[in-house]
């Protein structure tokens, strides 16, 4: 028989909870370096990524009673990354740093490599700035003169910018996921409803 109140929390074992955790890592440790952290700034990009983490796992414990409010809350999470992955597009454009094309390689390279700690991410970016050392994309060239500063902030702001555009395309497949099931099966109130059917359908009457 169906159980009225199926499993739920199992937020961490999401792929979606795994990357926004990491990208509210990245953001903080980026915001520290090179946001002020004075700066109203660095409060919105790390309250958008601890949103985007908090609303997936507040979605999922919710899971079991509401699936409209999973469905809503998940939605918020996807919302709260796409606005940081506008703060980390203004970062470089206030800059004049290049936002790397969809087509960049090392767009590619980063979600290959799969980090999964903040630290793994810095490793990553250290080591595509000191290979830029010597070769500069000619969008990087053009916009400003290459220096250490500029090649580690261009790296680092491009490399949060792909995590969490990657977190955001995994939240709406998500969604999409959680609004086919809600479809084809209802919510609490449909669950309720077709448990108490079939229990009184195994009833059997009394035999005086």
Known sequence: MEELIPRFGGYRRLHSFQVAQLVYDVTVRFCDRYVGRRSRTHDQMV???????????????????S???ELKLTNVARAS???????YEDFLRQRRLPLWAC??????????????????????V??????????QSMESIQSI?????TRYAECSANAGHVLTG???CLLDRQLKA???????????????????TEQRSTERPRSW
Not at 51 to 65: C, H, K, R
Not at 81 to 87: I, R
Not at 178 to 196: D, K, N, P
Request: hydrophobic letters at 40%; a positive charge.
């Open 126 to 135: 250290r080591e595509v700035a000191t290979a830029a050392k010597s070769i």
């Open 47 to 65: 309250q958008a990524a601890r949103s985007g983490v908090q609303n997936i796992a507040e979605g999922s414990l919710a899971s079991a009673t």
């Open 67 to 69: 699936k409209k409010t």
């Open 145 to 149: 003169q290459s220096t250490p500063g």
């Open 166 to 168: 990657v977190a955001f």
């Open 81 to 87: 990354l796409g606005e940081l992955m506008h703060d």
């Open 103 to 124: 087509t960049d390689p090392r767009r590619k390279a980063l979600v290959a490599q799969r980090c999964s700690t903040a630290d793994e991410v810095a490793l990553w």
């Open 178 to 196: 959680l609004a086919r099931t809600f479809e084809r099966e209802g919510g609490f109130s449909e669950r309720m409803y077709r448990i108490r």
